[in-house]
Protein backbone atom coordinates (compact mmCIF):
# COMPACT_ATOMS: atom_id res chain seq x y z
CA UNK A 1 0.00 0.00 0.00
CA UNK A 2 1.27 3.52 -0.74
CA UNK A 3 1.12 6.34 1.76
CA UNK A 4 1.13 10.05 1.31
CA UNK A 5 3.42 12.04 4.45
CA UNK A 6 1.75 14.74 5.97
CA UNK A 7 3.41 17.29 8.21
CA UNK A 8 2.01 18.77 11.18
CA UNK A 9 3.63 20.69 13.94
CA UNK A 10 4.66 18.88 16.96
CA UNK A 11 6.29 21.19 19.34
CA UNK A 12 7.75 24.82 19.28
CA UNK A 13 9.86 27.11 21.46
CA UNK A 14 10.61 30.80 21.14
CA UNK A 15 12.82 32.83 22.66
CA UNK A 16 14.62 36.79 21.74
CA UNK A 17 13.06 36.50 18.35
CA UNK A 18 14.52 33.04 17.15
CA UNK A 19 11.74 29.69 17.36
CA UNK A 20 12.50 25.96 16.64
CA UNK A 21 9.95 24.29 15.37
CA UNK A 22 9.49 20.19 15.29
CA UNK A 23 7.29 19.05 12.32
CA UNK A 24 5.99 15.45 12.35
CA UNK A 25 5.50 13.72 9.07
CA UNK A 26 2.47 11.08 9.46
CA UNK A 27 1.82 8.63 6.61
CA UNK A 28 -2.01 8.21 5.37
CA UNK A 29 -3.21 5.36 3.07
CA UNK A 30 -3.30 7.01 -0.73
CA UNK A 31 -6.47 4.52 -1.19
CA UNK A 32 -9.12 4.43 0.22
CA UNK A 33 -10.34 1.33 2.58
CA UNK A 34 -12.34 -1.23 0.35
CA UNK A 35 -16.40 -1.12 1.88
CA UNK A 36 -17.45 -4.57 3.27
CA UNK A 37 -14.05 -5.99 3.97
CA UNK A 38 -11.38 -6.15 7.09
CA UNK A 39 -7.93 -4.62 6.32
CA UNK A 40 -4.99 -4.35 8.13
CA UNK A 41 -3.33 -1.78 8.38
CA UNK A 42 0.71 -0.83 9.57
CA UNK A 43 1.60 2.32 9.08
CA UNK A 44 5.43 3.53 8.60
CA UNK A 45 6.91 5.30 11.37
CA UNK A 46 6.54 8.75 12.32
CA UNK A 47 9.29 11.47 10.66
CA UNK A 48 10.28 14.06 12.79
CA UNK A 49 12.43 17.25 11.14
CA UNK A 50 13.06 20.34 13.03
CA UNK A 51 12.97 24.08 11.67
CA UNK A 52 15.04 26.65 12.96
CA UNK A 53 13.50 30.43 12.68
CA UNK A 54 16.39 32.65 13.02
CA UNK A 55 17.34 36.49 12.54
CA UNK A 56 20.38 35.89 13.37
CA UNK A 57 22.04 32.31 12.43
CA UNK A 58 22.22 29.12 13.48
CA UNK A 59 24.55 26.50 14.53
CA UNK A 60 23.81 22.52 13.47
CA UNK A 61 25.68 19.25 13.94
CA UNK A 62 27.69 18.72 10.57
CA UNK A 63 25.62 16.73 8.07
CA UNK A 64 22.49 17.83 9.95
CA UNK A 65 21.44 20.18 7.56
CA UNK A 66 18.62 19.50 4.79
CA UNK A 67 17.93 22.61 2.95
CA UNK A 68 17.44 26.22 4.06
CA UNK A 69 15.83 29.69 2.81
CA UNK A 70 16.91 33.05 3.23
CA UNK A 71 19.71 35.25 3.26
CA UNK A 72 21.88 32.67 4.96
CA UNK A 73 25.82 32.15 4.71
CA UNK A 74 27.19 28.57 5.51
CA UNK A 75 30.30 27.66 6.38
CA UNK A 76 32.13 24.83 8.23
CA UNK A 77 33.63 25.41 11.70
CA UNK A 78 36.68 23.72 13.26
CA UNK A 79 37.28 23.66 16.71
CA UNK A 80 39.57 26.41 16.95
CA UNK A 81 36.70 28.84 15.39
CA UNK A 82 38.81 29.81 12.31
CA UNK A 83 36.72 29.87 9.15
CA UNK A 84 36.21 32.86 6.58
CA UNK A 85 33.53 35.08 5.43
CA UNK A 86 31.56 34.96 8.62
CA UNK A 87 34.12 37.49 10.71
CA UNK A 88 33.03 37.82 14.24
CA UNK A 89 30.16 35.19 14.19
CA UNK A 90 32.62 32.81 13.63
CA UNK A 91 35.04 33.73 16.53
CA UNK A 92 34.16 31.53 19.61
CA UNK A 93 31.72 30.26 17.74
CA UNK A 94 32.88 26.52 18.67
CA UNK A 95 35.27 26.48 21.22
CA UNK A 96 38.50 23.41 21.55
CA UNK A 97 38.71 21.74 24.64
CA UNK A 98 42.49 21.35 26.39
CA UNK A 99 43.42 18.43 24.12
CA UNK A 100 43.48 20.52 21.29
CA UNK A 101 41.75 18.15 18.90
CA UNK A 102 39.27 18.97 16.18
CA UNK A 103 35.51 18.70 16.16
CA UNK A 104 33.09 20.53 12.93
CA UNK A 105 29.71 21.92 12.87
CA UNK A 106 27.88 23.95 10.46
CA UNK A 107 27.37 27.25 11.12
CA UNK A 108 25.24 29.89 9.11
CA UNK A 109 24.91 33.27 9.86
CA UNK A 110 22.01 35.79 8.72
CA UNK A 111 18.34 35.64 8.76
CA UNK A 112 16.26 32.78 7.17
CA UNK A 113 14.81 29.32 7.95
CA UNK A 114 16.96 26.02 8.50
CA UNK A 115 15.82 22.32 8.20
CA UNK A 116 17.49 19.29 8.82
CA UNK A 117 17.16 15.88 7.75
CA UNK A 118 14.45 14.18 8.83
CA UNK A 119 14.69 11.41 11.48
CA UNK A 120 12.77 8.57 13.66
CA UNK A 121 13.85 10.00 16.81
CA UNK A 122 12.12 12.10 18.94
CA UNK A 123 13.40 16.34 19.18
CA UNK A 124 14.24 17.61 22.62
CA UNK A 125 13.59 21.51 22.50
CA UNK A 126 15.41 23.31 25.39
CA UNK A 127 16.49 27.14 26.66
CA UNK A 128 20.06 27.98 27.84
CA UNK A 129 19.86 31.25 29.96
CA UNK A 130 23.54 32.36 30.27
CA UNK A 131 24.95 28.92 31.52
CA UNK A 132 26.38 25.94 29.84
CA UNK A 133 25.34 22.36 29.26
CA UNK A 134 26.93 19.52 28.67
CA UNK A 135 25.21 16.88 26.17
CA UNK A 136 25.04 13.00 25.37
CA UNK A 137 27.57 12.78 22.87
CA UNK A 138 25.36 11.94 20.00
CA UNK A 139 22.31 13.76 21.01
CA UNK A 140 23.26 17.48 19.65
CA UNK A 141 21.35 18.74 16.82
CA UNK A 142 21.20 22.27 16.51
CA UNK A 143 21.01 25.85 18.43
CA UNK A 144 20.10 29.24 17.83
CA UNK A 145 20.83 32.46 19.65
CA UNK A 146 24.17 33.55 21.70
CA UNK A 147 25.26 29.89 22.55
CA UNK A 148 28.47 28.74 21.37
CA UNK A 149 29.46 24.98 20.94
CA UNK A 150 32.31 23.91 22.42
CA UNK A 151 33.68 20.39 24.19
CA UNK A 152 33.78 19.09 27.75
CA UNK A 153 36.52 16.21 28.23
CA UNK A 154 34.64 13.93 30.67
CA UNK A 155 37.05 11.91 32.79
CA UNK A 156 33.93 9.93 34.56
CA UNK A 157 34.88 6.57 33.97
CA UNK A 158 38.70 7.39 33.08
CA UNK A 159 39.02 7.98 36.58
CA UNK A 160 37.44 5.40 38.32
CA UNK A 161 39.15 2.46 35.70
CA UNK A 162 42.70 4.74 35.94
CA UNK A 163 42.38 5.48 32.12
CA UNK A 164 44.24 9.01 31.42
CA UNK A 165 42.25 9.63 28.14
CA UNK A 166 38.79 10.88 29.03
CA UNK A 167 35.22 10.87 27.07
CA UNK A 168 34.90 13.70 24.56
CA UNK A 169 31.32 15.92 24.78
CA UNK A 170 29.25 18.77 23.29
CA UNK A 171 29.15 21.80 25.74
CA UNK A 172 26.74 24.31 24.85
CA UNK A 173 27.31 27.64 26.63
CA UNK A 174 25.43 31.09 26.80
CA UNK A 175 21.81 32.23 25.82
CA UNK A 176 19.26 30.38 23.48
CA UNK A 177 17.36 27.22 22.39
CA UNK A 178 18.88 23.88 21.49
CA UNK A 179 17.58 21.08 20.25
CA UNK A 180 18.60 17.33 21.41
CA UNK A 181 17.46 14.20 19.90
CA UNK A 182 16.44 10.95 21.60
CA UNK A 183 14.90 7.35 21.18
CA UNK A 184 12.44 8.60 24.27
CA UNK A 185 9.57 11.25 23.26
CA UNK A 186 9.90 14.37 25.17
CA UNK A 187 7.18 14.24 27.45
CA UNK A 188 8.50 11.35 28.82
CA UNK A 189 11.59 13.43 30.16
CA UNK A 190 11.65 14.33 33.75
CA UNK A 191 14.09 18.28 34.35
CA UNK A 192 15.09 17.59 37.69
CA UNK A 193 16.00 20.96 39.22
CA UNK A 194 18.60 20.30 42.00
CA UNK A 195 19.40 22.74 44.66
CA UNK A 196 22.35 21.95 46.56
CA UNK A 197 21.33 18.32 46.29
CA UNK A 198 22.40 14.68 44.55
CA UNK A 199 21.63 12.87 42.23
CA UNK A 200 22.42 9.41 41.62
CA UNK A 201 21.36 7.24 38.34
CA UNK A 202 22.31 3.63 38.07
CA UNK A 203 21.97 3.60 34.01
CA UNK A 204 22.45 5.05 30.75
CA UNK A 205 19.41 7.73 31.49
CA UNK A 206 20.72 11.36 31.48
CA UNK A 207 20.97 13.25 28.34
CA UNK A 208 22.19 16.71 29.55
CA UNK A 209 23.05 18.04 32.40
CA UNK A 210 23.96 22.12 32.95
CA UNK A 211 27.99 22.40 34.30
CA UNK A 212 27.31 23.87 37.26
CA UNK A 213 26.76 20.46 38.80
CA UNK A 214 29.87 18.45 39.94
CA UNK A 215 29.68 15.42 37.86
CA UNK A 216 31.35 12.08 39.21
CA UNK A 217 31.28 8.24 38.74
CA UNK A 218 31.17 5.67 41.78
CA UNK A 219 31.12 2.30 42.58
CA UNK A 220 27.67 0.80 42.61
CA UNK A 221 26.43 -2.13 44.40
CA UNK A 222 25.92 -4.42 41.58
CA UNK A 223 29.79 -4.63 42.25
CA UNK A 224 33.19 -3.50 42.62
CA UNK A 225 34.76 -4.35 38.94
CA UNK A 226 32.33 -3.19 36.11
CA UNK A 227 33.33 -2.20 32.51
CA UNK A 228 34.02 1.31 31.53
CA UNK A 229 31.92 0.94 28.39
CA UNK A 230 28.94 -0.38 29.55
CA UNK A 231 29.07 1.40 32.83
CA UNK A 232 28.60 -2.11 34.65
CA UNK A 233 29.10 -1.50 38.56
CA UNK A 234 29.13 2.40 38.17
CA UNK A 235 26.68 4.95 38.97
CA UNK A 236 26.69 8.53 37.97
CA UNK A 237 26.48 10.80 40.71
CA UNK A 238 25.75 14.86 40.09
CA UNK A 239 26.29 17.21 43.06
CA UNK A 240 25.60 20.75 43.44
CA UNK A 241 22.96 23.24 41.95
CA UNK A 242 21.44 22.76 38.60
CA UNK A 243 19.39 21.51 36.03
CA UNK A 244 19.51 17.64 34.84
CA UNK A 245 17.49 15.73 32.36
CA UNK A 246 16.58 12.67 33.03
CA UNK A 247 14.73 9.95 30.51
CA UNK A 248 13.93 6.85 33.50
CA UNK A 249 11.66 5.07 30.36
CA UNK A 250 14.79 4.63 28.14
CA UNK A 251 15.14 1.13 28.91
CA UNK A 252 11.64 0.64 27.67
CA UNK A 253 12.62 2.31 24.30
CA UNK A 254 16.19 0.23 24.15
CA UNK A 255 16.18 -1.46 20.21
CA UNK A 256 13.33 0.41 18.67
CA UNK A 257 15.29 3.31 17.41
CA UNK A 258 18.64 2.94 18.94
CA UNK A 259 19.75 4.56 21.65
CA UNK A 260 21.84 7.85 22.21
CA UNK A 261 25.14 7.05 23.20
CA UNK A 262 24.94 7.45 27.05
CA UNK A 263 27.02 10.13 29.15
Known amino acids: MEFTWTATTERELSAQGQKLEVLE ?64 FLRGAVTAAATGEGM ?9 VVYTEPTRLHLLLGELRGESLIVDDGAFVACVGDISVGRHVNQGFAQMVGSGEGRVQPKLTGSGLFALQSP ?22 VIAYTDSLQFSVERSSRGLIGSAKTGEGFIQAFRGTGRVWLCPTLPLHAGSLGAVTSL
Do not use: C
Open 104 to 112: YKTALKGQG
Open 184 to 205: VPPEEFQLLELQNDVLKVDGNL
Open 25 to 88: YSAHPMEAPVQGYMQGLTRPSRWRQLAIHTTTGATLEAGALQYLRGNLEMQAVSASGSGGGLGG
